[in-house]
């Protein structure tokens, strides 16, 4: 019996989740940083073996409370993909602390009504006397299918999540055919791997007012690719931070993301970045459609 079915990664910010997605399907898609919310959407992948074809979705951390359109925007984002998983993987730090950011997720897990398998991850970070202390404590929170202590980071026990997922999937078809990683385009992925650059450039505040948008994206060549992007912030002050002394701040997100790029699309890269000033765009109903995050979309 072939199995099919969507597989979505929930929980808090910074766990892990998309680090999980990349790690499972063997392919950097997903961008990850140690900042919080540095997913906003919904991001596809495909996993796919002799048995199943296991749809993920990776999601924004959940959040308790917005703090703008934005915010609200990712919560959006989050609670709506739950309505679409066969089955849903709720991640988790190694810590046998259940704060109310986590008994907020547990109760929109019950009140789903999908299964749920707890992953405990970052066990690279504690011992085993520890990860049965975790388990112990976590146990009765949810009525888990399953609950698996894994090292995203470090690839273990990635065959116990698939293997898994694949019980609770439902009988289904082959979705999409066995070579398919992704649907998502190279312009969106390009945006995001730019962003992804400057989160893990720049320190503290400035990385939550980002943006970014690909103006241009041209295949010149089998060869060349020329792309256009400007990185949006909030403040003026931010402006200088993101340009640096001299530029040099521009320059190391552009050469870190050009490399990225040229892997992605296995061409040299032409990118030419700006910095645009965009007031309080986290708060823009227009705006934020701009950058792609239209709630009318979801
Ligand atoms: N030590 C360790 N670090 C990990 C592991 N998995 C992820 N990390 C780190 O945790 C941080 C967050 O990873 P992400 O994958 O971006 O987390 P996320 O849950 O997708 O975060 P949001 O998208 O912001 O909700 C990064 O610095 C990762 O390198 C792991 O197994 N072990
Ligand atoms: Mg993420």
């Known amino acids: 019996m072939f199995k099919s079915g969507y597989a979505v990664i929930v929980g808090r910010p910074n766990v892990g989740k998309s680090t999980l997605m990349n790690h499972l399907i063997g392919q950097k898609i997903a961008i990850t940083s140690n900042r919080p919310q540095t997913t906003r959407g919904r991001i596809e992948t495909v996993y796919t073996n002799e048995r199943g074809q296991i749809i993920f979705l990776d999601t924004p951390g959940m959040i308790r409370k917005a703090d703008n359109k934005l915010g609200e925007y990712l919560i959006d984002v989050s609670n709506k993909t739950i309505g679409d998983a066969d089955v849903v993987l709720w991640l988790i730090e190694p810590s046998a602390y259940i704060g109310k950011g986590d008994q907020m997720i547990a109760e929109k897990l019950t009140k789903s009504g999908k299964p749920v398998i707890l992953i405990i991850n970052k066990i690279d970070t504690i011992d085993k006397k520890k990860a049965a202390e975790i388990i112990e404590a976590w146990k009765g929170v949810c009525r888990f299918k399953d609950i698996i202590a894994v090292s995203a980071l470090r690839s273990i026990n990635m065959d116990e999540v698939i293997n898994s997922i694949m019980r609770e ?110 007031k309080n765009w986290r708060d823009s109903e227009s705006d934020l459609r701009d950058y792609g995050y239209d709630r009318k979309k979801l």
């Open 169 to 278: 999937l439902p009988e289904g078809p082959l979705y999409y055919d066995e070579e398919t990683v992704t649907q998502e385009n190279m312009r969106d992925i390009a945006a995001e791997i730019i962003r992804e650059k400057a989160l893990r450039a720049l320190n503290e505040e400035v990385p939550h007012g980002i943006a970014v948008v690909i103006d241009t994206f041209k295949e010149r060549s089998d060869d060349l690719t020329a792309i256009e992007a400007s990185i949006i912030t909030e403040k003026e002050s931010h402006k200088g931070i993101i340009i640096g002394k001299g530029g040099a701040m521009l320059k190391k997100i552009g050469t870190d993301a050009r490399r990225d790029i040229e892997e992605m699309t296995g061409t040299r890269v032409f990118l030419k970045l700006f910095v645009k000033v965009r």
